[in-house]
């Protein structure tokens, strides 16, 4: 069988299982395990579970309530981003709808229709969405954090520095701190970033989903400024405030395939897909089965990532960017990787995240002079990303500007030399070479 047509089985499979018993069985298929766990320990609740039976009870009696209706759509939004089950989505969208048929004047709801839409990666329609919430009530600081959240996405950085500042003036706490450490990140401001992050740990409630994701997210800026011994104390943290916080785990064992333990890294990231089969995390144990040499496990997580993204994109959600980079990286069809490179650089014009994306899925296909324009734009805030740089330098590198690759493949390496368990050794080989080829002339 072709890999395209095996591809298409396992699609039509996830997506019986989906439409049959859900997620859970989803999970169960990709971790290769069809027996009952149901010895394992229940899940604790967390505050969006409770929510979610309280509101729906409350609607069960009184079925046009908007606060209600807006309350469980904010449920399902938090409720998808714990378990990454698409189908929250779609039942989010459907009560935000129903709110705004009822009171198209209901800000609540159409801020929340904006989350949706980010959520969803339609940054355009989040954008819409966020200025009419906006002609509403002015002066509310989660609408102006809606706004930046959709102008960031859409490479509009100035404008949305510009709405989280009003955000943190307005009312400095956890939402705006994490807002503005995502700022100064991608401005290059590592420190700053550290900072404003702590603040968020100092302002979340002890205990609890979100108290973990704001130690993920400080962990996480941890490893990617080669911080090993702080990233595992923040998803300890994490751990810790929710016990078993799936994204956590995920950074244990990427700190474990960053010092070599790839065994380790399995075990982790097989509990994590069993719970949370997302695409980053599929591929990361595809990953990590190929750096172990056990191609054949990598294959079957690979084989997989295109029917999870068949399930997002039945629940409306555009992965265009994500599949690019996926594809490109992993040399999967390559004209197909940039077809979707370009319509995510068309749909976010400006985007760093887009360009980079674009310049690499264009380096994978040899095209390198335009590779390297959209290179540049993706250098353009001072972003200090070790895989952008590692993009940078091997497009110039491509192109003859020997100088320009061995500073940024440098660069790379020393802001984290553990950045990429597929592109760190190609890195540092190719940084040697160039350095050698310094000598020699000398």
Avoid: C
């Avoid at 189908?87 to 709110?99: C, R, V």
């Avoid at 009419?132 to 520095?161: H, K, M, N, S, T």
């Avoid at 491509?398 to 890195?427: C, H, M, W």
């Amino acid at each position: 069988m072709s890999r395209v047509n095996r591809l298409a089985g396992v699609t039509a499979v996830l997506l019986l299982l989906a439409g049959a018993t859900g997620f859970l069985s989803i999970a169960r298929f990709l971790s290769g395990s069809e027996e009952d766990n149901s010895d394992r320990a229940a899940p604790i609740a967390s505050a969006a579970d409770r929510a979610i039976t309280q509101l729906q009870q409350r609607l069960a009696s009184k079925p046009n309530d908007l606060v209600s209706l807006d309350g469980l759509g904010s449920a399902y939004l938090q409720k998808a981003r714990e378990s990454g089950d698409p189908a929250f989505y779609t039942k989010a969208g459907g009560l935000f709808d129903k709110a705004q048929a009822i009171d198209p004047t209901d800000q609540e709801g159409i801020t929340g229709a904006s989350r949706l839409a980010a959520a969803r990666h339609d940054f355009a329609r989040a954008l819409e969405l966020a200025q009419q919430a906006l002609r509403l009530d002015p002066d509310d600081p989660d609408i102006q954090g809606a706004l930046g959240d959709a102008l960031v996405e859409l490479g509009r950085y100035d404008e949305a520095r510009s709405a989280f500042q009003r955000m943190l003036d307005a009312r400095p706490d956890l939402n705006a701190y994490v807002r503005i450490a995502y700022v100064r990140e991608l401005y290059g401001d590592s420190v700053g970033a550290i900072e404003a992050m702590k603040l968020a740990v100092e302002a979340v409630r002890p205990g609890g989903e979100t108290a973990a994701w704001v130690h993920w997210q400080l962990g996480n800026i941890y490893f990617n400024t080669n911080a090993p011994d702080n990233a595992a104390a923040e998803y300890r943290a994490a751990l810790d405030a929710f016990p078993g916080y799936v994204h956590a785990v995920a950074g244990n064992a990427r700190l474990a395939a960053a010092r070599g333990d790839y065994e380790k890294a399995i075990e982790l990231y097989r509990d994590v897909t069993a719970r949370q089969p997302v695409v980053d995390y599929v591929a990361a144990l595809g990953d990590v089965y190929r750096a172990a040499g056990r191609d054949g496990e990598a294959q079957r997580q690979y084989d997989l990532v295109g029917a999870i993204d068949s399930l997002y994109r039945a629940n409306g959600i555009d992965t265009d960017l994500e599949m690019a980079l996926y594809m490109a990286d992993h040399d999967l069809n390559r004209d197909d990787a940039l077809g979707q490179a370009r319509a995510a650089y068309e749909a976010r014009p400006g985007s760093i995240r887009a360009a980079d994306v674009l310049s690499w899925a264009l380096y994978k296909i040899g095209k390198n002079d335009e590779a390297l324009n959209y290179s540049r734009e993706a250098l353009r805030l001072g972003t200090q990303d070790p895989m952008i740089l590692f993009h940078a330098g091997m497009i110039n590198y491509k192109v003859g500007d020997r100088d320009a690759a061995r500073d940024y493949l440098s660069r790379a390496i020393q802001i984290n030399p553990s950045f990429s368990i597929l592109y760190g050794e190609q890195a540092r080989t190719t940084l040697e070479d160039l350095q050698n080829a310094v000598k020699r002339q000398e």
